[in-house]
């Protein structure tokens, strides 16, 4: 764990991450409105993601540790297939719910599920345990979205 006068860095860089949320959802609903299909969507962002890391990899001259990667345990690969329902579902939802809503929704899923994975030490994750700051800020995310859905937001 990173020492708390060393913690506010990664904070802020976890909030412009988190900014980036709505926005990928904005310009990917926009592009499967062009192009009618939210898988071509998905296939696409994908694309011009993998293309753009390419040229950063190039740039700062990453060598792959092939042996490594072949070595790992299987299910590590599967990252860029949920992704891509990731992206299908933010687009599906987007379109039918709007930015506010859809990002409500995922976050609230991904705080619960984040929570479950710490708590289990699931995919390779230290184990971080319930507590009661964690149970809390479950109910508070659930408050959020009841707000959301059922309040005058």
Do not use: C, K
Not at 64 to 85: F, H, I, K, Q, Y
Not at 122 to 132: D, F, H, Q, T, Y
């Amino acid at each position: 764990m990173i020492a708390e006068s060393r913690r506010a860095p990664f904070l802020l860089l976890a909030v412009a991450a988190g900014t980036l949320l709505p926005m990928q959802f904005a310009v990917n609903s926009a592009l499967a409105g062009e192009l009618h299909s939210v898988t071509l969507t998905a296939g696409l962002s994908y694309l011009v993601g993998a293309v753009a890391l390419g040229i950063v990899l190039a740039l700062l001259r990453v060598r792959p540790n092939w042996t490594a990667a072949a070595t790992a345990p299987r299910w590590v690969w599967l990252g860029g297939v949920v992704g891509s329902a990731y992206v299908v579902g933010s687009v599906v939802l987007t379109r039918l719910l709007g930015a506010a809503l859809a990002t409500t929704f995922v976050i609230a899923a991904q705080v619960l599920t984040a929570l479950a994975l710490d708590h289990f030490g699931a995919l390779g994750l230290p184990r971080r345990r319930m507590n009661r700051t964690r149970t809390l800020a479950v109910l508070l995310v659930l408050a959020a979205l009841a707000l959301r859905l059922w309040g005058l937001a």
